[in-house]
């Protein structure tokens, strides 16, 4: 009996420390450990360029080392919230954040600790195949192609070529956004299409598949796709941060400001 109890118990103990090797992996695999010489940003696919390129000027006039933290504005503005990362910086508004976060069972209870400032705006592109001889989309167009009441380009004067709508697991925020201002509230669902887990996803599929269409957030720059005229897809760039601005992120603020 006692052995059996020492048996078990050990086996508890492996257990343990499987669990906490793991736990301590997965941290500092994506950056969320805390050091006072490293400013840890958390942000999305459509602001990561805009922080590269500020981060040896920020180094530079901090001497600390800015440490970019690409998980996406729901596991971004969580980790946040947790004083994991020291700020946030994010392609959407602060009230649709709220909502994802909700929508994935991540309940902020408190709201009120965050401060986020709005940078400016960003465009969503609508992109196609570089083959599609479609220059213009109006909103009835691109209401019928996502929700798949029209299944092929020869409906709006092109080929007779299927449509084949690119979705990305990891663009909720934009989807959401563009839900709101083009298909009056209802879900992007149409029975044509293709998921996808990234925003670069995308831009690999509408590159390789004739027919294919999408959603970017950030310049199609080194792919063979195509923007289309569309209205206005806007959404806002905040800063967010949770607890006092310190000098340090402060400047990160003053040098995103000028950037934009």
């Avoid at 050091?35 to 000027?57: H, Q, R, W, Y």
């Avoid at 289309?228 to 607890?243: A, C, N, S, Y």
Wanted: charged share 25%; net charge positive; with cysteine.
């Amino acid at each position: 009996m006692k052995r059996f109890s020492k048996y078990i118990i050990i086996k508890i103990f492996i257990h343990v420390l499987v669990l906490v090797g793991s736990l301590i992996l997965m941290y500092t695999r994506f950056g969320f450990t805390s050091s006072g010489d490293v400013i840890k940003v958390a942000c999305g696919g459509g602001t990561i360029d805009i922080l590269e390129s500020i981060k040896e000027e920020f180094e530079k006039r901090t001497n600390k080392k800015l440490e970019i933290v690409p998980v996406g504005p729901i596991l971004g503005t969580w980790e946040l919230y947790n004083r994991r990362v020291n700020a946030g910086f994010f392609g959407l508004p602060f009230d649709v954040l709220l909502q994802l976060l909700e929508e994935e069972g991540l309940i902020i209870d408190n709201p009120d600790v965050f401060t986020y400032i709005v940078l400016g705006q960003a465009s969503t592109k609508v992109i196609v195949n570089q083959n599609n001889t479609i220059s213009r989309l109006s909103k009835e167009d691109l209401k019928k192609i996502f929700l798949g009441i029209e299944k092929n380009w020869k409906s709006f004067g092109w080929e007779d070529v299927p449509i084949e709508v690119v979705v990305a697991k990891r663009m909720k925020g934009t989807h959401t956004i563009f839900s709101q201002k083009i298909l009056d509230g209802f879900p992007i669902n149409p029975k044509n299409r293709i998921d996808v887990e990234y925003p670069d996803d995308i831009l690999e599929q509408v590159e390789k598949r004739k027919g294919a269409i999408g959603l970017a957030i950030a310049d199609p720059k080194g792919y063979k796709v195509k923007v289309v005229q569309t209205p206005e897809i806007k959404r806002e760039i905040i800063f967010l941060t949770v607890g006092q601005i310190d000098s340090d992120i402060k400047i990160l603020l003053d040098l995103l400001s000028k950037a934009k």
